[in-house]
């Protein structure tokens, strides 16, 4: 909500030299939220001028422009820049004649931009100076032709001041409005809250007014046989007519500049009315040419399939649930939303309806989402709009109409009032002070109390509190304790660091997710956070699941696991589903689906950071991803009606309506890992940089997470890692599509490696580009209890080396697991070391050489010891994959 301040000050004091940093901070002391300051950014000298004479000169590329000799200071005086009283200036208007009065921006000026204005040789003159457009001075979008005074009814002396004349001294404060606050969605209101901030009067516009009752009704029926909560969705429908409205009548220049002020441009004098008086009040209104209507207004809910189409010229198919305003015609109005456009005003309406009413939050917010069409008026409807307002709303716009398009009051029109009346609530003596921990007098309670607009009684010493109209926010004693605590102002609350109760903490999962991050950040990588709206094509790259299928003769890039351990079962590949979640009114139309990886949006950061410069990105996020199963329904089940509390069932139902979100965390790595320096050569990031990441995950949560090769269309073939853990059965079927039932389940977690050179392309990345995936819901519930530490072994180590031929088809990891179970539990490490294929190896076979230690607990091991426990490590991978000792 943008508040001119000039406007503010019509119904504040505010003091000398206020400037609109005063204004915010006032506004911030009860709890409002200062935005922006918005000014029109003009300086002078910008004075009136009037054309005294111009000649046409066609130039060379057959435009033609006018040479002008335009007076901007009385005879006799010299022009606020310092030179003559008549300036010679180019312009390439034609809308002007000889007496026009004009706005002149001298030498020395500034328009919005910065547009500096000097004098400058051009088309063969020298210009001193510049006649103004309205789009120029930042009053609106014309551009058509320069700004005529005589347009906005102004005829002042030449050479005067054109800033305030304009209003292009104002400035504007910018609030943010809470949902809660809806009547902060006015001036009226913004001028109470300052009010209260700063202890000067306010002066009530409602109060300024009169109303007349309209002496003949025109026809209004309030016909909601479907509302969506348990009320009409029209509680009040004002209408009044004003007859004789000049249509050439221009928009005065103040009105044009408050309302430039607060985002809306000028369209005609009685639409900018109607929008001044809704910035005004609160309360939209909308006019209608009651020439163009036929008979009088329905206010009903739309049949399926009827259409209407709206001022924005959209012809719009209507739901059940949308509420019209309509007559014999058919729709002309989306209530609450947007007018149709066969009974809008144009420049030949004399005869206008006003109307003011009153509807339905609920259904003013669902249809203006349904239609994609937020609206000024939608937004004040959603939050919440004084009822007893409209009928005050309606008489200012007549007066408006009759002051200053020369209408006339006419006597037709129809008040329908069934609002809700506030409820008393009571407030026990005290509740105050033990709810907000401060103590308050009883004084300064009930004083918060009437300054907000509330009335007061006395009920056997506890206050009974009546809202007013306009805070339908304030429902219990709660919430009339947090009014008090705000008008008599936060600074007197006491800042006190609470004790946390005794057992009480972080959970498992909280804990799991801060360590996970912690170390991915003390390694080196960035965290960053992106929005979770992805295209359709990408979903369908990385949302696949990834496959431990190895062909025979390709390569085990990155074969081993992340932490040594037991072996485990056969692993089996969890499919991840592609079914996609789309998002009904997405924010950019190129990415209207969920995603269901972390890696789209990652790579864009990626991108973005590159392209400002930083060439070497360590990324990482945590977050959920929408993974829908195939088949399965998401969002059928119905809320209840208005404010009820849904039933154990209904709430069950609504939870399984909810698509599967699991935790990952991703990781990308672009350019070099380690960086060049002096005697040390840069090193690139590569798959092995990703399985680094994942190792760090797996030191993180205490979890064993085994490293195979595998596929997936986004990566490279033979640089492409597939990730596993043991879970539980009960854990894994939750988590995954998974239809097994085989206890200590060893389930796909993820993926590491690097991209397809493709892929990297498409997203203006270096064809090498390390990324890795993990589901951290699947780790931590492996991660269950304590993370348990392997204690140090005192013993001195025994080192062997092993060396052992199999089938190229055997992946790397199943036949160290086979060696480590076969070792037993003196074998305390084995990695790999070697992956030989060549002479001396069989075509189809391949060599890997592991290194292995042992270590005894309680005493050294003798070197037949060790051997031993090698010998049967082999002879198990002997038995499982017919490996041999190499020779």
């Not at 819901?777 to 993370?787: I, K, N, P, R």
Request: glycine share 10%.
């Amino acid at each position: 909500m943008r508040v001119p301040l000039s406007w503010l000050g019509e119904f504040v004091d505010l003091a000398s030299g206020t400037t609109p940093e005063d204004v915010h901070a006032a506004l911030v002391s009860v709890g409002l939220e200062e935005e922006d300051i918005h000014r029109f950014e003009v300086s002078g000298p910008i004075v009136v001028g009037e054309v005294l004479e111009f000649v046409g000169e066609e130039q060379t590329n057959g435009k033609t422009i006018n040479w002008c000799q335009v007076r901007v200071a009385p005879d006799g005086e010299l022009a606020a820049d310092g030179g003559p009283a008549i300036h010679g200036i180019i312009c390439g208007a034609h809308n002007f004649a000889v007496g026009d009065k004009v706005v002149v921006t001298l030498p020395g000026a500034s328009l919005p931009g910065p547009f500096p204005i000097a004098a400058r040789k051009t088309y063969g003159h020298v210009s001193d100076g510049m006649i103004a457009s309205a789009r120029e001075l930042g009053l609106g979008d014309e551009h058509d032709g320069i700004l005529l005074l005589s347009s906005l009814g102004i005829d002042a002396p030449v050479g005067t001041d054109a800033i305030p004349l304009l209003g292009l001294d104002d400035s504007a404060v910018e609030i943010n409005v809470t949902p809660d606050r809806g009547y902060a969605f006015s001036i009226r209101g913004v001028a109470r809250e300052y009010s209260h901030a700063t202890g000067v009067p306010f002066r009530d516009p409602a109060l300024a007014l009169t109303v007349v009752a309209p002496v003949t009704r025109f026809p209004v029926t309030i016909d909601d046989q479907a509302p969506i909560r348990d009320r009409a969705g029209a509680s009040v429908f004002v209408t009044r007519v004003v007859r004789g409205v000049d249509p050439t009548r221009p928009t005065p220049a103040w009105m044009i500049a408050r309302l430039g002020l607060v985002g809306i441009r000028s369209i005609s004098l009685v639409v900018d009315v109607t929008n001044y008086v809704m910035f005004e009040l609160g309360q939209p209104l909308h006019g209608y040419d009651l020439d163009k209507l036929q008979g009088g207004i329905i206010v009903r809910r739309a049949t399926a399939g009827e259409k209407l189409t709206t001022l924005d010229a959209v012809s719009r198919t209507l739901s059940v649930e949308d509420l019209l305003i309509t007559d014999e015609s058919g729709p002309i109005g989306l209530a609450g939303v947007m007018g149709g456009a066969n009974t809008e005003i144009s420049k030949t309406t004399v005869n206008v309806l006003v109307e003011a009413a009153n509807f339905d939050p609920v259904s003013i917010g669902r249809s203006a989402r349904r239609h994609k069409l937020p609206s000024e008026a939608s937004k004040r409807f959603e939050r919440g709009v004084d009822p007893r307002v409209a009928a005050v709303a309606a008489a200012r716009v007549v007066q408006l109409l009759v002051d200053l398009a020369g209408g006339v009051a006419d006597d037709l029109g129809s008040v329908y009032d069934e609002a809700l009346v506030p409820q008393p609530i009571l407030l026990p003596t005290g509740f105050v002070s033990g709810l907000i921990g401060l103590a308050y007098t009883g004084d300064e309670v009930r004083d918060a109390l009437v300054d907000v607009g509330a009335s007061l009684a006395e009920v056997d010493g506890d206050l009974q509190v009546t809202p007013p109209s306009w805070r339908p926010d304030l429902t219990d004693k709660w919430t009339l304790a947090e009014e008090v605590a705000r008008i008599v102002g936060y600074d007197r609350i006491p800042s006190v660091l609470p004790v946390a109760p005794p057992g009480r903490g972080l959970t498992r999962t909280q804990t799991l997710r801060r360590t996970v991050a912690h170390t991915l950040a003390a390694t080196g990588h960035t965290e960053v956070l992106t929005y979770p709206f992805v295209s359709e094509r990408a979903n369908n790259l990385f949302g696949v699941a990834v496959s431990s299928a190895v062909s025979a003769g390709e390569a085990d890039a990155g074969a081993g696991v992340a932490d040594a351990g037991a072996a485990s079962a056969t692993p089996v590949s969890v499919p991840v589903s592609v079914v996609q979640v789309k998002v009904a009114n997405p924010l950019d139309g190129e990415a209207p689906f969920l995603r269901t990886s972390m890696l789209p949006g990652m790579l864009q950061i990626a991108h973005r950071n590159r392209s400002r410069g930083l060439v070497d990105v360590a990324i990482y996020e945590q977050g959920p991803v929408f993974r829908p199963e195939a088949g399965v329904s998401y969002g059928t089940a119905v809320l209840p009606a208005g404010a009820q509390r849904p039933s154990a069932e209904a709430e069950a139902a609504l939870n399984a309506g909810i698509v599967p979100q699991p935790l990952l965390v991703g990781v990308v790595l672009v350019g070099n890992d380690v960086r060049h320096q002096p005697g040390l050569p840069a090193v690139a990031a590569g798959w092995q940089s990703a399985l680094a990441a994942v190792q760090q995950v797996a030191l993180a949560t205490g979890v064993r997470i085994e490293v195979r090769q595998g596929r997936h269309p986004a990566m490279h073939p033979g640089r492409t890692a597939e990730l596993f853990v043991t879970v539980p059965t009960a854990v894994a079927a939750a988590s995954t599509d998974s239809a097994s039932t085989v206890a200590g389940l060893t389930v796909s977690v993820g993926f590491a490696g690097e991209l397809l050179p493709a892929v990297a392309d498409d997203y203006d990345l270096p064809a090498v580009v390390a990324v890795a995936e993990i589901n951290l819901a699947l780790v931590f519930a492996q991660a269950d209890g304590d993370l348990s530490v392997t204690p140090i072994r005192t013993m001195p180590a025994a080192t062997q080396d092993l060396s052992l031929v199999v089938s190229a088809s055997v992946p790397a990891a199943d036949l160290r697991s086979a060696v480590a179970e076969g070792a037993g539990d003196l074998l305390e490490s084995i990695e790999l070391v070697d992956d030989y294929r060549g002479a001396g190896v069989d075509p189809g076979q391949k060599s890997l050489t592991f290194a292995l230690r042992f270590r005894g607990e309680e005493r050294t091991l003798t070197a037949a010891e060790a051997s031993a426990a090698r010998l049967s490590g082999v002879a198990l991978a002997a038995d499982r994959f017919g490996a041999a000792l190499r020779e």
